[in-house]
T-cell receptor, first 116, second 112 residues
Framework: DTEVTQTPKHLVMGMTNKKSLKCEQH?????MYWYKQKAKKPPELMFV???????INESVPSRFSPECPNSSLLNLHLHALQPEDSALYLC???????????????FGSGTQLSVL | DAKTTQPPSMDCAEGRAANLPCNHS???????VYWYRQIHSQGPQYIIH???NNETNEMASLIITEDRKSSTLILPHATLRDTAVYYC?????????????FGQGTTLQVKP
């Protein structure tokens, strides 16, 4: 199984709602990532988890709250979002990045989020 | 952080080689260069990576200049399915602080 599965594929939410994005992988990868991608722009890194611990937070606003309950699951909790937060949210996983060797990221297909 | 520069778009005839350039003039000695592509409404897909030697796999070849300030991704026989946005990425750091920073990408249009 070389898939990263993201649910839901599409999400529409109001600015007062609370919702969660889910990501799952069963490749035994111990690093997981959240990226945000606006239309016609490259993906931007948001968070990196390594061995279920948050290792990188790219100064993301607190209305985005990541969670890694176990080595296969990664969640992104959303609260009080703004319309400008509408984007494609991509999850990825990889073996923990060593100094050498192949350690590519495997990406899911993303959740297309619209904030009204 | 090291950054990459790519042309915004390129065309290629089907069956011909597609050569996609990337500048990474501020890359440091331990930073790898990765290439990914993204087909519309899908997640990015890994293609190839390298440090200083040229690399080849079943999808593509990667040519890195001796000074490591630029590289070229070569798709030897482009097909219509290779139409996508191609990202040249520098991996910064290792272990649990390593991260991939995407450049702006090149939109490759393969034409029949």
């Amino acid at each position: 199984d070389t898939e990263v599965t993201q649910t839901p594929k599409h999400l529409v939410m109001g600015m007062t709602n609370k919702k969660s994005l889910k990501c799952e992988q069963h490749m035994g990868h111990r690093a997981m990532y959240w990226y945000k991608q606006k239309a016609k722009k490259p993906p931007e890194l948001m968070f990196v988890y390594s061995y279920e611990k948050l290792s990188i937070n790219e100064s993301v606003p607190s209305r985005f709250s990541p969670e890694c309950p176990n080595s296969s699951l990664l969640n992104l909790h959303l609260h009080a979002l703004q319309p400008e937060d509408s984007a494609l949210y991509l999850c990825a996983s990889s073996p923990v990045l060593g100094r050498r060797g192949r350690s590519e990221l495997f990406f899911g297909s993303g959740t297309q989020l619209s904030v009204l | 952080d090291a950054k990459t520069t790519q042309p915004p778009s390129m065309d290629c005839a089907e069956g011909r080689a597609a050569n996609l350039p990337c500048n990474h003039s501020t890359i440091s000695g331990n930073e790898y260069v990765y290439w990914y592509r993204q087909i519309h409404s899908q997640g990015p897909q890994y293609i190839i990576h390298g440090l200083k030697n040229n690399e080849t796999n079943e999808m593509a070849s990667l040519i890195i200049t001796e000074d490591r300030k630029s590289s070229t991704l070569i798709l030897p026989h482009a097909t219509l399915r290779d139409t996508a946005v191609y990202y040249c990425i520098v991996r910064i750091g290792s272990g649990n602080t390593g991260k991939l920073i995407f450049g702006q990408g090149t939109t490759l249009q393969v034409k029949p």
